[in-house]
């Protein structure tokens, strides 16, 4: 026999009889959820990345404490990315009788490849943005520059060997990452000006930089040969290491997005699942049919096998359709809110949807079509052999194998994936057992009630094993929905609270001791709340464990710039809010502490520093040697100052030390920032709330985007619920008929069937309440790391809406055989 | 001097374990059954009820093991041939009615009859299909379902599909069990009238008297052996 072709006409004659549709339809919700949030994320992660790249001004950047090699640019050439190449260094700047030090930038025509320079023309007037740099002749300063130098736009300034004209001001530098702490006001300059200042010669400290953009594919392939040639001094920075806070927000999205569509590919499993092993234990007659008519066992499966991978295209084809026709919705939805253009889809969803639907589809469909081959042919004789047999663990083993796989795939990260996993199965043994258990202890309740409720519970106690699978269906189900109404809310609320609106924006650096006092009273005389200031000590890490360090010590890049560059140590006596202890003790307070370092967890992991070790810093000329007595965690998003490295208060008492504060600057107050600065003229004063409000909108926009994919998790919920009723129609279909034609009347038949269905609801929500609240509860402490709150409501709207829920909708679902005759029902179940 | 006869058996005994936990020792469904069967004749297979008419019939078919004896198809040895070996020579040279019909209720009257034929790769299996289901009376009734048709129509695609592959050897249990006298009488009409035509062997279990007494031969079957045979 030909048997593609007999199970291309079995699939059709399948789907006209109806017995496919509920399979076919689950598995298009599947793949439609999975390729829509696939080109939604994909297209966000994208602009995110896009809008990351932003704060590089670039897409790649080389940098170097050398000139850039002529190779590289010349590979930058060939894999025909836009390239420009940068210069900073520091100088002093004259006019007339004022000079001041700044921190200048040199950057050649197409700068900034991504994002945009914000200028003005007057103190405090409204920016624009440009996409350019300086005229050749002309400079943008910094404001504070001006001040300092007390000039006007239009003036004139000395920079080494050439007169300038300052131009506009300069507000915002997409790329001035490590600016935090920039101690002079920043100049930007044209490339075709540098020979003709004279500035850069030999011995120098000049900070050269290549920036390239291009496509992801063209920057990847750059990187790549770049990366094998790096020179000592050299180093690629991409957009993943661009910026702390911002790393730290787009991992978060990327997580958050991801469990949202991990959600809605193991309820599509589940949905699978159940819809695929009613459509085998219908087809078990046929296989005994087509056994007596001559069909061999490898017939059998290859016919059935063939059958689901033709549906399983037609699922994929129609769900790939579907999803990208939502995504399109969604981001129609969300245009407004998208001011960059979203890049268009890339073709992996598709290869993932596909991927998807395959697996889930021949995981949960084979190994009970497995099952068929083995159908006796005596089953046409004797009905009760050759049954379905209950699914075991083993028999569900590939899809649990193939599940495990997606959920590694989706969750795009090891850590969180295993550990996803691991609760995973501890969740569904803990929910297995306790529907057992409830199931069991249900026979125990059927004295006394009704008839009605008690014919119900005695079915739902004896099809026991039956009754636990169709409790955790919708026990699945209806922990979806519970996520996706009750606790959703309560966790992107959580989350977007960590950045709440008054969130430091600015930082003023510089600040001596003897001003601070002053600095005070000039905030509490603005009626603004007086912010709280750190010391702060630069020192150089010499040693660890009285072993001389040095940057060859280490392989990774990043490690070997931490221990390159100067730290800030600063000293403090209680434990900062936004900091945790991880390892470790905090010091007792006291009047004399000893001296002993609290190092931070990242880059104590990054050095290989541990609790009890020493570690040597040069500050200033002289040596600070002490043990690390703990290690903390530091939530940087905060945007409080943070410190790596701190001491006890005292120790540092010795050394010169300058002050810095964060503090939260309402936009009506502006003014006053020229106030302070003429009061104070050595402050310098660092806007972040251009990057702030960057990063709120990102946090926004992954919101949006979490719910509308978490209506496709909503969708796949209800097919679970829908699958699970399918599920035990037919069985309830002849047992009602068979009833009913032993005397039992409508009503008594309906309430029977009611109270079966709102007993599983009320057990399967009991279900969902603690599997939901096991989730959130994780999300919130490990993924979100948000204080979590517990919420009663849910065990009561799990109880309640279960049962009325399932019970309605149970109702609803077997109403219809109940108007047929019973005759007519056992005739068409006996077929 | 198997090859003679469509059908041989040879001490055929089917036993199945007790289901009574202490009692170990099997149950006899059928003893020593011997007989041969010549090409194209027509055997009634009658008894009681229980006495093993439909296990003998399920056995004839290669539908279940025997736990001892032979069975002869055209001189292949039944029980020699694997699992799959044997469905092959079912779709071969075999037919088979049931009581219950055995329908498949998702395809039409049509496409029930064209299974076995699908199956054996015949090409012609639609024209096949339908003109024995034209020659049974169902000409109009081809993309009907199982469910729209009568007990009788059932029972005539039924015999369709059993014919459709001319087989040699045309096994029916009980065939008008679930008919009334009336349609019993014209689906045997029609079993008899495709005998003639097609020349197939018919072997029927039935409890009526009448059909037993319009075959050539009868095999009566008493508590799983074999009484007499004329
Ligand atoms: N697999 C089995 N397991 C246990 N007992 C069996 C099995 N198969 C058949 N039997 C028993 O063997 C006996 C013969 O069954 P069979 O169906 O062949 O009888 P029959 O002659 O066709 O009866 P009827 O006229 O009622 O259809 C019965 O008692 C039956 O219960
Ligand atoms: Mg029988």
């Known amino acids: 026999m030909n048997h593609l072709y007999f199970s291309l006409r079995m699939l059709r004659r399948d789907i006209r009889a109806g017995e496919l549709r509920v399979l076919l339809m689950a598995l298009v919700v599947a793949v439609a959820s999975v390729t829509s ?95 350019a740099v300086p005229a050749p002749g002309t400079l943008w300063v910094e404001e504070d520059l001006l001040r300092r130098l007390e000039l006007n736009v239009g003036a004139t300034l000395e920079v080494g060997a050439r007169r300038f004209v300052i131009a506009h001001i300069i507000t915002y530098e997409p790329d001035r990452s490590g600016g935090f702490f920039s101690i ?11 020979p003709g200042t004279g500035l850069i010669q030999e011995g120098s400290r000049v900070h050269y930089q290549l920036l390239v953009a291009g496509t992801p594919e063209q920057v990847r392939r750059f990187q790549d040969v770049i990366g094998t040639k790096l020179q000592r001094g050299e180093r690629i920075i991409d957009v993943t290491d661009s910026r702390q806070e911002v790393k730290e927000a787009l991992n978060r999205s990327n997580q958050f997005l991801g469990l949202a569509a991990l959600v809605s590919v193991m309820l599509a499993g589940v949905a699978v699942a159940m819809a695929s092993r009613r459509h085998v234990s219908r087809h078990l007659d046929n296989c005994a049919i087509m056994r007596c008519v001559g069909a061999r066992q490898a017939d059998i499966t290859r016919v059935y096998t063939y059958e689901m991978l033709w549906l ?32 268009a889809a890339t073709l992996w969803p598709v290869v993932y949807g596909l991927f998807t639907g395959m697996v889930s589809l021949l995981g949960f469909a084979v190994p009970p079509l497995l099952h068929l081959q083995n159908v006796p042919t005596l089953r046409v004789l004797r009905r009760e052999l050759g049954m379905l047999r209950a699914p075991t663990l083993s028999v569900y083993g590939i899809a649990i194998v193939c599940m495990v796989l997606l959920l590694l795939v989706q969750a ?70 519970m996520l996706l109404t009750l606790v959703r809310s309560e966790l992107l609320v959580g989350w977007q609270q960590r950045l709440p609106p008054d969130t430091p924006n600015r930082f003023i650096i510089n600040m001596q001791k003897d001003q601070l006092a002053g600095m005070q009273q000039f905030f509490s005389r603005q009626n ?26 280490y392989e990774d890049a990043r490690t070997k710039r931490l221990v390159e560059r100067e730290f800030n140590l600063s000293w403090a006596e209680d434990l900062q809010a936004d ?51 703990s290690v903390r965690k530091v939530q940087w998003d905060s945007f409080k100052a943070n410190f790596f490295v701190l001491v006890p208060p005292g120790i540092l008492d010795a050394y010169p030390a300058s002050y810095i504060t964060s503090f939260y600057l309402p936009d009506v107050n502006l003014p006053m920032l020229a106030q302070l600065v003429r009061q104070f003229p050595n402050f310098t004063v660092v806007d972040i709330s251009a990057i702030m409000d960057k990063i709120r909108m990102i946090v926004q926009r992954v919101t949006d985007a979490v719910e509308y994919v978490f209506l496709f998790t909503l969708a796949a919920g209800v097919m679970v619920l829908y699958a699970a009723i399918q599920a035990s129609h037919d069985e309830r279909v002849k047992e009602s ?48 790391q948000i204080p979590f709150t517990f919420n009663p409501w849910i065990w009561l709207w799990g109880l309640l809406g279960g049962g009325v829920g399932v019970g309605l909708a149970g109702f609803l679902g077997t109403r219809g055989i109940l108007n047929r005759p019973p005759l007519q029902t056992l005739r068409k179940a006996e077929m | 001097m198997t090859d003679s006869f469509v059908l041989s058996i040879e001490k055929l005994c089917k036993q199945v374990p007790s289901t009574d936990a202490d009692d170990a020792t099997p149950l006899t469904i059928l003893q020593d059954i011997s007989c041969n069967i010549r090409r194209s004749d027509t055997v009634a297979i009658i008894g009681p009820s229980g006495s093993g008419k439909s296990t003998l019939l399920g056995l004839m078919a290669g539908l279940d093991n025997a736990s001892s004896g032979k069975i002869w198809i055209e001189g292949v040895d039944l029980f020699a041939l694997s699992e799959d070996e044997r469905a092959r020579l079912r779709g071969a040279k075999l037919g088979f009615v049931f009581q219950s019909f055995q329908l498949l209720p998702n395809l039409t009257a049509l496409e029930n009859v064209m299974l076995p034929l699908e199956i054996g790769g015949r090409k012609d299996a639609q024209e096949v299909a339908a003109s024995v289901l034209a020659r049974v009376g169902l000409q109009k009734r081809l993309r009907h379902y199982p469910r729209q048709l009568s007990g009788g129509e059932q029972q005539r695609v039924a015999i369709a599909r059993a014919f459709a592959p001319s087989p040699s050897l045309l096994l029916a249990d009980e065939p008008t069990g679930n008919l009334d006298q009336h349609t019993g009488e014209n689906v045997i009409e029609l079993l008899f009238e495709l005998h003639r035509e097609q020349g197939a062997t018919l072997i029927l279990v039935t409890h009526d008297d009448n059909l037993a007494q319009r075959c050539q031969r009868r095999l009566e079957l008493i508590n799983g052996m074999l009484q007499s045979t004329g």
């Open chain 1, 412 to 481: 795009r990260d090891l850590r969180l994936g295993l550990f996803v996993l691991g609760g995973l199965v501890a969740t569904i043994a803990l929910l297995v057992g306790m529907a057992l258990l409830m199931v069991r202890l249900l026979r125990n309740f059927t004295n006394g009630a009704g008839a009605a409720w008690r014919f119900g519970v005695a079915n739902v106690a004896r099809r026991a094993r039956g009754s636990v699978i169709q409790v955790l269906a919708f026990g699945v189900g209806i922990m979806a929905l």
């Open chain 1, 37 to 131: 949030v696939g080109f939604f994320t994909d297209r966000i992660q994208q602009a995110l990345r896009l809008q990351a790249n932003e704060l590089l001004a670039a897409d790649l950047v080389v940098t170097a404490d050398h000139p850039i090699p002529e190779g590289y640019l010349a590979q930058a050439r060939r894999a025909k990315l836009q390239s420009v190449m940068l210069f900073q260094f520091r100088t002093m700047v004259f006019a007339g009788n004022h000079n001041s030090l700044a921190e200048i930038k040199v950057a050649g025509n197409g700068y900034p490849l991504r994002g945009k320079v914000k200028i003005t023309d007057a103190p405090l007037m409204l920016d624009r943005e440009v996409q």
């Open chain 1, 528 to 553: 603004l709340a007086v912010p709280q200031t750190y010391p702060m000590v630069r020192g150089r890490l010499t040693a660890i464990n009285d072993q001389a360090v040095s940057a060859d010590n």
């Open chain 1, 579 to 629: 900091n945790k202890l991880v390892a470790g003790k905090w010091w007792h307070k006291s009047a004399r502490y000893d001296a002993q370092f609290s190092i931070e967890e990242d880059i104590a992991g990054h050095m290989g520093v541990k609790v009890g070790d020493t570690l040597t810093y040069d500050i200033a000329g002289e040596t600070l040697r002490a043990h690390v007595t």
């Open chain 1, 312 to 343: 399983g295209l037609i699922a994929v084809l129609t769900g790939c359709v579907v999803g990208y026709l939502a995504h399109a919705v969604l981001i129609e939805l969300l245009a407004v809110l998208f001011v960059t253009k979203l890049p």
């Open chain 1, 184 to 194: 002079a006001p920043r100049i930007l300059m044209h490339s075709d000006d540098l």
């Open chain 1, 737 to 784: 008929a068979i009833i009913r034609t032993l005397g039992a009347g409508r009503r008594q038949l309906i309430s029977g069937l009611v109270a079966e269905f709102f007993l599983i609801g009320m057990l399967a929500g009991v279900i969902a309440a603690l599997a939901a609240s096991l989730i959130s509860f994780v999300v919130a402490d490990r993924v979100l």
